[in-house]
C-alpha cells in the first residue's frame, strides 16, 4: 500500500457506495469495505484524495502505481479484471494500493500487526533491552543519545514497559529513527519536568524520517520543585513520519508558582508535527490520545500548553486521524498557522478551550465529535473555527449541553471555506452563536449545506447573542434544519442576510 492515499473509495459508475479511511494503514494489512453487491455487478475501487491547493479546493485521483501484477485477480466469487492508469485508462499490469481481494467477514481487521514490519531492511533494529551498551533501567532518553552518538542515526529501538525517561531525547539529524513499544500501551515514565520528551529533527530538516509507536508517556506525579509537566513531541521531519497509538497520560502543569508567582515549566507545544525541507514531506498521526488536557490558571489561555500543532515551518502533508484530545487550555487541535495542509480524520475532543479544531490556509477536517458539558467559568472555547484561506471540514458533530462561546466560526480570513454535513446542538447554557460567519465576498465563497442546528440557548445577555446564526458577510444555506422553537433567540441574524435554499426554520 502506498503512503499517499488518504481513503479507498467503492464506487458503482462513478458513484461512492462507501469509503474507508487508510491513512496510516501499514503494507500488509487489509481494508474492509462494506456494502451490498449483486451478483454479476462491476465496481470500482479507488484511492481517492481530496487536495487544497492554495488557489482552489478540488478533488483528485490518487493513481500511482507500485508494483506490477497481471489481471484478472480472481478469487472465489470476486475478480478484479484490470487497473486504472491515470484517470481512466485501463491497465492489466499495474496494480494502486491493493494486490489481492477477497469476500470476507471482517476477520482480517483484527489480526495482529507487527509493530516492525514496516521498518526499512537497512535499519537496525535495537531491542534496548538486548543491548549490552545501553542500560535500559537508567536514563533510557540518555542511554539512547549516547548509543548514538558513535554510530549513524539509522536506528529502531524496541522499548520495554516501564523505562525511566528522564531528560529530552534531543536527535536533530540522521537518517531514520523509531522508537517502538512491542505492545500498544509500553509505558514511559517521566519523573522529572522536562521542556519535551522527545525533540526530533530541526527546522532545516536534518531528520529524514522518525516513527514513534505504541508508547504512552506518563507525566503523572512531582519532582523537587512541584508538579512534573513536559512536553511531548516537537518533530522537524524532512521526507516520512508516522506517530502511531501514543498516550500522554497526566495533566500538563505548564503554568505553576514555586513562590515568586506563576511561571513556565514545559514547552508550550506538547505534540508539534512539522514536515519541513520542499514541502513533500508527508507525516500520519493515528490514535493519539491527550485526555488529561492541561491546569487552568488565571494567567490568559495563550500560553498554557497546546495540545496538537503545527507552525510557519510546516510545509509538507500531515494526517491526523482518530486522534482524541480533551480538556487543554490553549486549544486542541491547533493548525491554522501552518503554509502546508494538516487534514483531521475521525477527529474527537472534549471541553478544551480557545477551540477545538482551528483550521487555516489549506486544512480540512472529515468527521468529528466535539463536545462541551462543564465549560462554566473556563476561558472561551469554539467547536470549530475556521480562520483563514480555504479550509474544509465535513461530517462535523458538536454537541454543548454547557458551552460558552461560538460553537462554530468562520472568520473574516477565509478566502472560501465549505462547511458541510454537520450536527450542532446548543443546550440551555450557552449564550453564543451556534454558527457565526464573519468578512465580506461573494456570495458562493462560503459553501454551508446539509445541516442540523438545534438551539436551546437562552437570550445572551448582549444584544448582539439574540439570534443562534449570526452572518456578516453574503451567503447562502443550503438543505439545512435551524430548529430555535427551545430557546428565545432568532434563528438568523446579523447584517447580512443570507440566501435560504430547502431550509427549515422551527420556531
Known sequence: ????????????????????????????????????????????????????????????????????????????????TGGVYGDSEITSNYRYCFDRVQRGDHSNREREFDPLSDIPADVTVVDVVDESEIDHEGDLSKEIERYLAARPVHHAFVVPDGARWSSTLELPSGDFVALIGEDPGMVLDVDRSLDLAFDLGHRRGTLDEAILRNITL????????????????????????????????????????????????????????????????????????MLDGDTETRKHQVGHAIATSADPAHLGRTVWSNCDLRNWVDNGYYVKNSPGPNELVNASGENNAGSTIRLGARDSVEGATVRFDEMTDRKPACGLWMQSGMPIATDVQIDAPCGNHELIRISTGCEKAILKNFEVFAGERNAHHTLRVSGSGDPGDIEIEDFEITDQSPNGTLSDFDSSVLCSRPMTLRDGTIDVSGCERS????????????????E
Open 218 to 289: 506518563d507525566i503523572r506525579g512531582e519532582d523537587e520543585r512541584g508538579e512534573i509537566d513536559t512536553g511531548f513531541v516537537m518533530a522537524h521531519i524532512r521526507r516520512f513520519a508516522a506517530f502511531d497509538n501514543l498516550e500522554l497520560v497526566g495533566q500538563r502543569a505548564r503554568y505553576q508558582d514555586f513562590g515568586g508567582g506563576l511561571e513556565r515549566v514545559g514547552n508550550r507545544f506538547t505534540f508539534l508535527v512539522q514536515m519541513v525541507g520542499d514541502g513533500s514531506g508527508v507525516a500520519s498521526v493515528d490514535n493519539l490520545r
Open 1 to 80: 500500500m502506498t503512503r499517499s492515499a488518504r481513503w479507498v473509495s467503492l464506487k458503482r459508475d462513478g458513484e461512492r457506495i462507501t469509503r474507508e479511511f487508510i491513512a496510516g494503514t501499514m503494507p500488509g494489512e487489509w481494508v474492509a469495505l462494506d456494502a451490498e453487491l449483486e451478483a454479476g455487478e462491476t465496481v470500482e475501487i479507488v484511492a481517492d484524495a481530496r487536495f487544497n491547493t492554495g488557489d482552489q479546493i478540488e478533488e483528485r485521483r490518487f493513481a500511482r502505481g507500485r508494483t506490477s501484477i497481471e489481471y484478472p485477480i480472481e478469487n472465489g466469487e470476486i475478480t478484479v
Open 491 to 506: 434563528a438568523i441574524g446579523g447584517k447580512s442576510e443570507p440566501t435560504l435554499e430547502d431550509v427549515e426554520i422551527v
